[in-house]
């Protein structure tokens, strides 16, 4: 009997190689070639599932939208306040392979420049970030004299802004997410002082 092929874990596969071509040789090394390596598969098996390499870069920036929504998920049973702090803090690596992961999707970003698809991809993962964000600060209720689009804008800008220094190694990650706990706690949104956001699992 046939063996079943899952091709749904083939695609996840050749997705990974996607991401470990880029993580190693940044965006521009992708190739049917070069991601056929990195997943283990041949390059007709690659070609069977992604035409372009345009498919193959999409393909693996929706799945890391994917895991980071899973993940946003997973907290579903946490106050608020947690809730909000883990979702800012993210994107701000906690250890070298989250690193990785994070220059990856500054690379999907730096791509979506040229590719309509993937900016849409791309955008509509921030306006779902921003949706959850408004979410929650009104579940807070901060009493803030900004309007509440107008303060999740500016919390998601601060977490970009950390996230992206703590990449190029400008800022310590842990002081990056100390840095945003800190200013959820200002703004009166954030968790008790002295538990930075982050620091244990939700």
């Known amino acids: 009997m046939p063996k079943q092929v899952d091709h749904g874990e083939r695609r996840a596969a050749i997705a990974l190689g996607v991401v470990g071509v880029i993580a190693e040789h940044g965006i521009g090394a992708v190739s049917v070639r070069s991601v056929a390596r990195a997943a283990g598969v041949s390059t007709g098996q690659v070609q069977h599932y992604f035409a372009t390499k345009a498919d ?18 997973a907290t579903a049973g946490a106050p608020p306040r947690e809730r909000l702090e883990h979702l800012l803090v993210m994107g701000i690596p906690a250890t070298p392979d989250q690193r990785v992961g ?4 500054q690379g999907f970003v730096t791509a979506a420049v040229t590719d309509a698809r993937l900016a849409e991809v791309i955008a509509s993962a921030w306006r779902a970030r921003r949706d959850s964000v408004v979410e929650l600060l009104t579940e807070i209720d901060p009493g803030s004299a900004l309007p509440v689009p107008v303060l999740a804008d500016l919390l998601a800008a601060t977490a970009d802004g950390l996230t992206t220094r703590a990449i190029v190694g400008d800022v310590d990650q842990d002081d990056a997410r100390a840095t945003m706990h800190a200013h959820c706690v200002a703004l009166g949104i954030g968790t008790a002082p002295g538990q930075v956001c982050g620091s244990r699992p939700i």
């Open 102 to 105: 994070a220059a990856v999707w």
């Open 56 to 73: 193959l870069v999409l393909h693996a920036c929706r799945l890391f939208v994917d895991r980071a929504t899973e993940q946003h998920a």
